[in-house]
């Protein structure tokens, strides 16, 4: 059964702060793995997103890495900001279809001051 | 673009009646998706539609709900009869196509029903 099981399922940080977030995934065969960012009461934005052959993208203070082989990914926060307290979704497609994704639960991250 | 726009923002419903979610993608987008999310169950894709004919509507959670997209700019989730169980928030999404590509999604449509 193809599962998506996202780590840990909340985090506290204060600002200024790095943070990991993780995602393991079992999903066979692979397409792409995306993480998404969610901010309370909108709709989920896309961080990142990465194909078999990707190890590590970045977009600004978020960067993701992603090990094909050991079927883990992580995201890191650099230097976070209240701005980033919201819930980071990891979601990952097994074919090309994109309606075959599998959605990780979330990680609630909270950045206090 | 004003990116994807879904409406209402909010409704709140008595339990029996019919409800109408409406979705407009972004222009030039090829895929669809439509999303409902839950405390309980998180993010679960109901069904996908792409050059406005629907893929995969495996996610549909029973015949009370129905999707279409009669046209490129326009997508209705359409739930008759509603129940309580139904209350969620529903995300309409779209991309240009296929998984590979960033999909973007709409502020939702928070469903109520009492």
């Known amino acids: 059964k193809n599962q998506v099981e996202q780590s840990p399922q909340s985090l506290i940080i204060l600002e200024g702060k790095n943070c990991t977030l993780q995602?393991?995934?079992?999903?066979?065969?692979?397409?792409?793995l995306r993480w998404y960012k969610q901010d309370t009461g909108r709709g989920p934005v896309s961080l990142t997103i990465?194909?078999?052959?990707?190890n590590t993208k970045s977009n600004g203070r978020y960067t993701a890495t992603l090990d094909a082989d050991t079927k883990q990914s992580s995201l890191h926060i650099t230097a976070s900001q209240l701005s980033d307290s919201a819930s980071y979704i990891c979601?990952?497609?097994?074919?090309?279809?994109?309606?075959?994704?599998?959605f990780g639960d979330g990680t609630t991250l909270t950045v206090k001051p | 673009d004003a990116g994807v726009i879904q409406s209402p923002r909010h409704e709140v419903t008595e339990m029996g009646q019919e409800v109408t979610l409406r979705c407009k993608p972004i222009?030039?987008?090829?895929?669809l998706f439509w999303y409902r999310q839950t405390m309980m169950r998180g993010l679960e894709l109901l069904i996908y539609?792409?050059?406005?004919?629907?893929?995969?509507d495996s996610g549909m959670p029973e015949d009370r709900f129905s999707a279409k997209m009669p046209n490129a700019s326009f997508s209705t989730l359409k739930i008759q009869p509603s129940e309580p169980r139904d209350s969620a928030v529903y995300f309409c999404?779209?991309?240009?196509?296929?998984?590979?590509?960033?999909?973007?999604f709409g502020q939702g449509t928070r469903l109520t029903v009492v």
């Open positions: 539609f792409n050059n406005n004919v629907p893929i995969d």
């Open positions: 990465m194909t078999f052959s990707e």
């Open positions: 999404a779209s991309s240009r196509q296929g998984a590979a590509t960033e999909a973007f």
């Open positions: 995602c393991n995934y079992t999903v066979s065969p692979f397409s792409n």
């Open positions: 979601v990952v497609s097994g074919d090309t279809n994109a309606g075959k994704s599998t």
């Open positions: 222009s030039g987008h090829n895929s």
